[in-house]
Nanobody, 112 residues
Framework: QVQLVESGGGLVQAGGSLRLSCAAS????????RGWYRQAPGNQRELVAA???????NYADSVKGRFTIFRDNAKNTVYLQMNSLKPEDTAVYYC??????WGQGTQVTVSS
């Protein structure tokens, strides 16, 4: 069974950095991972950063200039580099892919 597996979250102080990874386990084929989302307690899940198969990217206004999404096609993995983290970035981060259910997510907590 193919599953999305997110990793790389943790606790970091404001101004710090984290790199999240998303891979599709159990698949012998390329999976179109389309982006990163996040959900904070009491909030709806929101798109943080998107990437097309051709490498074009798009970002939520709140993370522009701080976050970078990129993919490693050889590893079938999509990353989210997060710099200058703010307490309001605290959330569970998920990656999304065509035809696959959400993974378990990875918790990012930014302390002030």
């Amino acid at each position: 069974q193919v599953q999305l597996v997110e990793s790389g979250g943790g606790l970091v102080q404001a101004g710090g950095s984290l790199r999240l990874s998303c891979a599709a386990s159990g698949s012998r084929f390329s999976i179109n991972i389309r982006g990163w989302y996040r959900q904070a307690p009491g909030n709806q899940r929101e798109l943080v950063a998107a990437i097309t198969s051709g490498g074009s990217t798009n970002y939520a206004d709140s993370v522009k200039g701080r976050f970078t999404i990129f993919r490693d096609n050889a590893k079938n993995t999509v990353y989210l580099q997060m710099n200058s983290l703010k307490p309001e970035d605290t959330a569970v981060y998920y990656c999304g892919a065509d035809g696959l259910p959400w993974g378990q997510g990875t918790q990012v907590t930014v302390s002030s």
